[in-house]
């Protein structure tokens, strides 16, 4: 074979590989955009905000279509496909599983029932729990899912989210009250918000079962939005407990954001 068309033929097995990573890259940013859109955009939004040239992105939403993972409607903009939920709740249990054994640390450190929490939609979904050991202590079945103004986890994972975009939210879920405790005000809310940009924690005092506490902080950067917390009976997570107990919540939550961000414990 002459030196010309091996050198070509090389130079393409070695570009190859190259170019499907980059794509690749480019899909899942496209996605993450689209998510952090709301789940629907237009090509040119998808342009603007990403920086790629409109034929670039038509390709590679062409093929996330083909795939189920993006599904074009009716007025021609995109919208993330229903395929993505298998993945996002394979993702959830995972992400319960990973943490189970930071969360098994707050219970020693604490004596306190610990959680994990994520946002998902306009709901808060429990994916993990450590339960105390305590005879009397509380129970949150895995799965469930609650409204945010009622939780502390609810309130740590929208402490940073801008005023109008919680407004909203608070606007589609209503704020029933669940106990007589329960904020029940899109203002009386916000301001619990900001208590907790102030504190670096957020507090559930028996706003969704009188006799309960509970004390949650965000975990940061954490690739989907999640919290931790504990919980337990009023008599038992007093204020000065809470002075021992949240740098420890703080602590793991940072532990646990390492070890989400290394792809898991053991990587």
Known sequence: MPASSASTTDDAKSSAPSGGVQSLERAFDLLERMADAGGEVGLSELSVSSGLPLPTIHRLMRTLVACGYVRQQPNRR????????RLGESASRLLGTWARPYLARLVEETGETANMALLDGDEIVYVAQVPS?????????????????????????LANTPANEVRALLA?????????????????????????????????????????????????DSPTAAA?????????VTDAATEKIVPVLQ???????????SSGPGA
Do not use: W
């Open 78 to 85: 995109y919208a993330l496909g229903p395929r993505l939920i």
């Open 251 to 261: 602590q793991v939550a940072v532990e646990l954001s390492e070890a989400l961000a």
């Open 228 to 236: 931790i917390s504990i919980s337990g009976p009023a008599g038992r």
């Open 172 to 220: 589609r879920t209503g704020m029933p009250a669940v106990t007589e405790k329960t904020i029940t005000t899109p203002d009386g809310f916000l301001s619990a918000l900001e208590e907790v940009r102030r504190l670096g924690y957020a507090v559930d005092d028996n706003e969704q079962e009188i006799g309960v506490r509970c004390l949650a902080v965000s975990v940061p």
């Open 133 to 157: 050991k305590h005879s009397m202590r509380m129970f949150t079945e895995v799965g469930r899912r609650v409204l945010p103004h009622s939780t502390g986890v609810g309130k740590a994972l």
